[in-house]
């Protein structure tokens, strides 16, 4: 795992399987982003088996095989979803052909886990929505910034134990390290990625409504910008939104890909979460100046000051529960309600964005 670079930033836990071997086998269809490598960690660590993954790019193959090495390189996209024996099709294709996908994946009676974002247009959702009520299967979602990092996973953990009372405001930060020489021409494309909010955005709504326990929310103000990355006209390096919950909960939050070089990691990521009894300040990927490794947590309530360091104490019980939904039809690691208003929510915070660079600003 390369911690300097977000693409290919794939977190690996201990095992605990939740299954037998064989009972829950799954395939992979789409290899465009790096994010596929943490989807299956977490997949097979809770007991799934990868038996088969497809994509055009044999040289994406030839690197993912280098990884799962037992895994058995389907000629087509058809030969795993006619594959009677496979329960889930995992998924890091382009953005903008998830969505896509997905339908075609549940129809052949699969559940679906997909990369976020999971759509890049709302009417993308809709169609999602109905054939998960139509099926009965699962459309899954890798919100990675909080079901793979340890902190973010124990502050909420410590919300639900009323560590903090009722949360009230969430500020929330996803630098990342653009890393633009390494990219394929669909990152700097907005019809291919979603744009800023509604990419790198959608973890930071996510972890919002989780939270705040909220499960609504409404856009009030969002932004983007090209500030640096000019040889990319239509690119989007910066972003921000303000949004209130259903709950009363308040969010601020701020996306950008502006990490710099001398940074240890590939994106200085936190969460500010303030409760009416309390304060968590969630340091996910390195505490600057200070320690270089992940998973910081800087808890102040009535009780006092603390500080957790957590790499290796919480484990991602999101994968294991959400091959005990697939199984069951239960809804133990996030509801279906919640993955896709999230996904909806950020595409609503991009649609409504105010380019701050290009709009007549009088100030």
Same mark, same amino acid.
């Given at each position: 795992?390369?911690?300097?670079?977000?693409?290919?930033? =794939?977190?690996?836990?201990?095992?605990?399987?939740?299954?037998?071997?064989?009972?829950?086998?799954?395939?992979?269809?789409?290899?465009?982003?790096?994010?596929?490598?943490?989807?299956?960690?977490?997949?097979?660590?809770?007991?799934?088996?990868?038996?088969?993954?497809?994509?055009?790019?044999?040289?994406?193959?030839?690197?993912?095989?280098?990884?799962?090495?037992?895994?058995?390189?389907?000629?087509?996209?058809?030969?795993?979803?006619?594959?009677?024996?496979? &329960?889930?099709?995992?998924?890091?294709?382009?953005?903008?052909?998830?969505?896509?996908?997905?339908?075609?994946?549940?129809?052949?009676?699969?559940?679906?886990? #997909?990369? &976020?974002?999971?759509?890049?247009?709302?009417?993308?959702?809709?169609?999602?929505?109905?054939?998960?009520?139509?099926?009965?299967?699962?459309? *899954?979602?890798?919100?990675?910034?909080?079901?793979?990092?340890?902190? =973010?996973?124990?502050?909420?953990?410590?919300?639900?134990?009323?560590?903090?009372?009722?949360?009230?405001?969430?500020?929330?930060? *996803?630098?990342?390290?653009?890393?633009?020489?390494?990219?394929?021409?669909?990152?700097?494309?907005?019809?291919?990625?979603?744009?800023?909010?509604?990419?790198?955005?959608?973890?930071?709504?996510?972890?919002?409504?989780?939270? #705040?326990?909220?499960?609504?929310?409404?856009?009030?103000?969002?932004?983007?910008?090209?500030?640096?990355?000019?040889?990319?006209?239509?690119?989007?390096?910066? *972003?921000?939104?303000?949004?209130?919950?259903?709950?009363? =909960?308040?969010?601020?939050?701020?996306?950008?890909?502006?990490?710099?070089?001398?940074?240890?990691?590939?994106?200085?990521?936190?969460?500010?979460?303030?409760?009416?009894?309390?304060?968590?300040?969630?340091? &996910?990927?390195?505490?600057?100046?200070?320690?270089?490794?992940?998973?910081?947590?800087?808890?102040?309530?009535?009780? *006092?000051?603390?500080?957790?360091?957590?790499?290796?104490?919480?484990?991602?019980?999101?994968?294991?529960?959400?091959?005990?939904?697939?199984?069951?039809? #239960?809804?133990?690691?996030?509801?279906?309600?919640?993955?896709? &208003?999230?996904?909806?929510?950020?595409?609503? =915070?991009?649609?409504?964005?105010?380019?701050?660079?290009?709009?007549?600003?009088?100030?």
């Amino acid at each position: 795992m390369d911690n300097k670079d977000g693409m290919n930033y =794939a977190p690996k836990g201990k095992n605990n399987n939740v299954v037998k071997k064989g009972e829950f086998p799954f395939a992979v269809i789409g290899l465009d982003h790096g994010h596929i490598y943490g989807m299956c960690n977490g997949l097979i660590e809770a007991g799934g088996e990868l038996i088969s993954v497809y994509d055009p790019d044999p040289n994406k193959v030839e690197g993912f095989c280098g990884k799962f090495p037992t895994v058995h390189v389907a000629s087509s996209e058809e030969e795993i979803l006619n594959n009677p024996t496979i &329960k889930l099709v995992a998924s890091a294709n382009i953005p903008c052909d998830r969505g896509p996908l997905g339908l075609r994946v549940l129809d052949h009676g699969k559940h679906y886990f #997909t990369d &976020k974002p999971a759509f890049t247009k709302i009417e993308q959702i809709e169609k999602a929505k109905r054939k998960t009520v139509e099926t009965g299967l699962k459309w *899954g979602i890798y919100y990675s910034e909080r079901l793979h990092v340890e902190s =973010a996973i124990f502050a909420g953990q410590l919300i639900d134990e009323g560590a903090i009372g009722r949360v009230v405001q969430v500020i929330g930060t *996803g630098p990342h390290r653009a890393n633009v020489q390494n990219r394929p021409d669909w990152f700097f494309e907005p019809d291919s990625y979603g744009g800023i909010l509604c990419d790198i955005g959608s973890h930071q709504i996510e972890q919002f409504l989780h939270y #705040t326990g909220a499960k609504d929310a409404k856009v009030l103000h969002s932004k983007v910008a090209n500030y640096k990355y000019k040889q990319y006209p239509k690119f989007e390096d910066y *972003g921000d939104a303000t949004l209130v919950a259903d709950n009363g =909960a308040t969010f601020y939050f701020r996306v950008d890909w502006f990490t710099p070089d001398g940074l240890s990691t590939w994106g200085d990521g936190r969460a500010l979460i303030l409760g009416t009894d309390g304060y968590i300040e969630v340091r &996910k990927y390195v505490d600057i100046g200070r320690d270089a490794s992940s998973n910081h947590l800087y808890l102040v309530n009535h009780q *006092g000051e603390k500080h957790f360091e957590l790499s290796g104490k919480v484990g991602f019980p999101f994968f294991g529960d959400f091959i005990l939904d697939c199984l069951n039809g #239960t809804e133990n690691a996030m509801t279906q309600e919640h993955a896709f &208003k999230a996904a909806s929510l950020c595409i609503e =915070a991009q649609e409504q964005a105010i380019n701050v660079e290009s709009a007549n600003i009088t100030v």
